[in-house]
């Protein structure tokens, strides 16, 4: 008998997986050392692969000095930080909204249908046609929202030119597809909730906000959880919107960290500045990850 005879139905899956892993490599892993490889050099970005080695003026090895600049002398930076975290408590809104759409288009009622797919349209619409529409909706002049104002006679305001409202009208748009996207979520979370519970809570008493909080929420906990790290994971990469919307203005109020990298560069020709940046934000990301995953793998540890 042969090795592979002898193996085969060891051998099969890594076969299989085989092809999926080699891209994974080439297209995710080795790109993220890469790019914290070049954090570590001052680069313009312009010279062909090939260039890059000792004697090039462009391909200087700096060390930790464009983390120490990042920290010390560039104020955008922590602009961008926080509004970072704006982006992620404001984000977090969507959860609850999505669960309360959710529980609204599960009911059966005459023409919902309908409106379940007014609620999925903007999940389905590219996120720069949305930062496109409500760049509309935010002009002073001639959009949506200076109309309704006006007509409770208030003047209009200019939520994209000023650099203290920017961010949370960019927030608000936002909206629009991570509570749609949560709504799905939980709307699929629905139909596996146990009906022999629900009328056992009500045997017991239990109606309303009793019945949501101690009987179908915990049935819901496996949603949850994916709307809080989807929605986490979006706000700390948020880029669409901003690039459509502001571009990081007015005078960089409105820039966050994948943004900052962005201009640095490809802007600025600041490759390795904003390489440093990229991996200040996978750092981020990557303990946020890393602290979930510990608390997932605890509490069902703690189930069983």
């Known amino acids: 008998m042969t090795f592979w005879e002898r193996n085969q139905l060891r051998l099969a899956p890594f076969l299989f997986l085989a092809p999926a892993i080699l891209i994974f490599l080439i297209y995710v892993i080795y790109p993220i050392f890469d790019s914290i490889w070049v954090s570590f050099h001052e680069w313009n970005g312009m010279d062909k692969e090939g260039t890059r080695g000792n004697g090039n003026p462009n391909w200087r090895w700096v060390g930790l000095n464009n983390y120490i600049t990042l920290f010390t002398d560039d104020e955008e930076f922590y602009v961008s930080l926080f509004n970072n975290v704006r982006w992620l408590i404001f984000s977090l809104l969507a959860i609850p909204i999505g669960l309360m759409l959710a529980l609204f288009v599960n009911q059966k009622i005459l023409g919902m249908r ?34 309704v104002l006006g007509f409770f006679g208030i003047d209009p305001v200019p939520f994209l030119a000023d650099e203290n409202l920017a961010t949370y009208g960019i927030i608000i748009a936002s909206f629009f597809p991570g509570i749609a996207y949560t709504m799905i979520l939980y709307i699929t979370g629905l139909t596996g909730v146990s009906r022999e519970m629900i009328e056992a809570g009500r045997i017991d008493g239990a109606s309303g906000f009793t019945m949501l909080w101690n009987v179908v929420l915990p ?16 706000a700390l990469r948020s880029f669409d919107l901003i690039a459509v919307m502001t571009a990081g203005g007015p005078w960089g109020s409105s820039e966050v960290l994948a943004y900052k990298m962005y201009q640095e560069s490809l802007f600025n020709y600041r490759m390795g500045y904003g390489a440093a940046i990229a991996t200040i934000l996978f750092l981020i990301m990557d303990i946020y990850i890393a602290w979930f995953l510990y608390r997932l793998f605890k509490n069902e540890r703690s189930e069983k």
Do not use: R
Not at 122 to 135: D, L, Y
Not at 219 to 234: E, F, N, R, S, W
């Open 114 to 147: 309908y409106i379940k797919s007014l609620f999925y349209f903007p999940f389905v619409i590219n996120a720069v046609v949305i930062g496109v529409i409500f760049t509309w909706f935010y002009n002073p002049k001639y959009g949506a929202l200076a109309y």
């Open 219 to 234: 049935q819901l906990k496996p949603a949850t959880l994916i709307a809080i790290v989807v929605t986490i994971v979006g």
